[in-house]
T-cell receptor, first 118, second 114 residues
Framework: DAGITQSPRHKVTETGTPVTLRCHQT?????MYWYRQDPGHGLRLIHY???????DKGEVSDGYSVSRSKTEDFLLTLESATSSQTSVYFC?????????????????FGEGSRLTVL | GENVEQHPSTLSVQEGDSAVIKCTYS??????FPWYKQELGKRPQLIID?????GEKKDQRIAVTLNKTAKHFSLHITETQPEDSAVYFC?????????????FGTGTQLKVEL
């Protein structure tokens, strides 16, 4: 898994409830990303981080917030989940400077978190 | 922002034939163009990438070409095999200092038939 894990892997929740997804990495990478994947839309960037406490919005950030209080964890929060946020969420890291990495800056994805909002 | 269009959305080929997937991008400043393969229920995985200072790159049965003037790039798979069946995504970004905010195409479902 190249040191990146997502939790939970599956979650079913109800409209209006808060949800937090966690991305954890063990390789001390600076850049981390949250994408969502939906049929017909590919992968779309929600938020990204370029260091501890340094985050910025992606193309579909409405309804989502993120936090990065330490290098290894990047949290994605849905303050009040809606049915339109039913999706598969992928965390990714930019793997740079490591042996075996195809190219500096290659994005490596976690296994995904499937969220269903009823 | 960047916009990436990908065609076709589905592609069916006979085993041994070639497959070509095409993408266009909008931001002339983009300089990094990876291709990801995603098998059912799995994470996207990088299969090949190209940077804007080269026009073509090959890795065994797969190759990518880039036309910066036309803002087109394509994935070519030769001698397709059943295990090539998957969804393929192109992407584009401005790669700076190790970070890559990738903008993805909508994907191509490739089916290799026996």
């Amino acid at each position: 898994d190249a040191g990146i894990t997502q939790s939970p892997r599956h979650k079913v929740t109800e409209t209006g409830t808060p949800v937090t997804l966690r991305c954890h990495q063990t390789e001390n990478h600076r850049y981390m990303y949250w994408y969502r994947q939906d049929p017909g839309h590919g992968l779309r960037l929600i938020h990204y981080s370029y260091g501890v406490k340094d985050t910025d919005k992606g193309e579909v950030s409405d309804g989502y917030s993120v936090s990065r209080s330490k290098t290894e964890d990047f949290l994605l929060t849905l303050e009040s989940a809606t049915s339109s946020q039913t999706s598969v969420y992928f965390c990714a890291i930019s793997r740079t400077g490591l042996a075996g990495v195809k190219k500096a800056g290659e994005l490596f994805f976690g296994e995904g978190s499937r969220l269903t909002v009823l | 922002g960047e916009n990436v269009e990908q065609h076709p959305s589905t592609l069916s080929v006979q085993e041994g034939d070639s497959a070509v997937i095409k993408c266009t991008y909008s931001d002339s400043a983009s300089n990094y163009f990876p291709w990801y393969k995603q098998e059912l229920g799995k994470r996207p995985q990088l299969i090949i990438d190209i940077r804007s200072n080269v026009g073509e790159k090959k890795d065994q049965r797969i190759a990518v070409t880039l036309n910066k003037t036309a803002k087109h790039f394509s994935l070519h798979i030769t001698e397709t095999q059943p295990e090539d069946s998957a969804v393929y995504f192109c992407a584009a970004s401005i790669s700076l200092g190790g970070g890559n905010k990738l903008t993805f195409g909508t994907g191509t479902q490739l089916k290799v038939e026996l």
